[in-house]
């Protein structure tokens, strides 16, 4: 016999306690991260092959604009290698940072019927958007070996810009997806922020390209600094990103200051929405 009881309180649940939770819910998290991979293709002609189209045409646009017509430099790097690079990091945020903050609209007959942790809703993007990103990746190690570039010891850097481009993506997400519960505007807001966004960050030309008074106000942009930090560590470009810190940090706030936003709209979601 079931003996596990759900209980509804009042008080606003620790950080400790909703990790908790949401760990007793993970296979709710898995159900849904497994019911997104297997309906974002379905019922279309190229199938899953999108996954590979998405970037590539991305690629061929962003190579042509910033390495034929505007000849960014990019230190005898081919610049098709590093663009790739960049959108590694840039694909990924984008992915789950858009999924994740429709997650909880697009639920909104299951947040109406049953009660579950609603931050597992955003959190279930994440496994598609490492799709994404593995994909991106596969590409570039094929281009790698193309181009016969060599790897160096600062791809163990690797998961750490990874850690905070889905510190991002979340943190993003659950900001846009609690929001969006309150003003729909912001369903249509996300879509214009990440096409600004894409060319406000470095992933086509390198951070140094932005005059020097200018630095510390360009990676306020939290992306740049992962950007540079993933293209630093997959083609190990001299220079470490400056600022990373920064990135870090508001990452942080960020992070924080959504999770406490969406635990106090998680109460009265299933009224609003």
């Known amino acids: 016999m079931n003996n596990h009881k759900v209980v509804f309180s009042a008080q606003r649940p620790s950080f400790r306690s909703k990790i908790t939770e949401i760990w007793e819910y993970r296979e709710l998290l898995w ?45 005898g790097i081919p610049h098709v290698l590093y663009t790739l690079a960049g959108l590694c990091g840039w694909t990924f945020f984008a992915s789950l940072a858009g999924d994740a903050g429709r997650s909880v609209l697009s639920a909104q007959g299951m947040v109406k019927k049953i009660y579950f942790p609603r931050l597992v809703l955003p959190l279930s993007k994440i496994f598609t958007s490492l799709i994404d990103f593995g994909i991106v990746l596969i590409c570039l190690a094929i281009l790698l070996l193309v181009y016969q570039y060599p790897i160096t010891m600062q791809l163990f850097w690797l998961p750490v810009f990874i850690f905070l481009a889905i510190l991002a993506g979340v943190a993003s997400g659950i900001w846009v997806s609690a929001l969006t519960i309150r003003f ?62 920064l990135s870090f940090l508001i990452l942080f706030c960020l992070f924080i200051s959504g999770w406490i936003y969406f635990s106090r709209m998680e109460q009265v979601i299933a009224d609003i929405i």
Do not use: C
Not at 192 to 208: D, H, K, N, Q
Not at 215 to 235: C, D, H, K, Y
């Open 31 to 75: 159900m849904l991260a497994w019911r997104d991979f297997r309906v974002k293709y379905a019922q279309s002609f190229l199938g899953f092959s999108w996954a590979f189209i998405n970037p590539i045409v991305t690629l061929v646009v962003l190579s042509f604009v910033f390495g034929t017509v505007a000849k960014v430099d990019t230190a």
């Open 184 to 245: 729909r505007d912001f369903q249509h807001v996300m879509p214009l922020i990440l096409r600004v966004g894409m060319y406000g960050t470095p992933i086509a030309f390198p951070a140094s390209a932005v005059p020097e008074k200018y630095q510390l106000l360009f990676f306020l942009n939290p992306l740049a600094g992962v950007v540079e930090g993933m293209r630093w560590s997959l083609l190990g470009t001299s220079q470490f990103p400056p600022y990373i810190w």
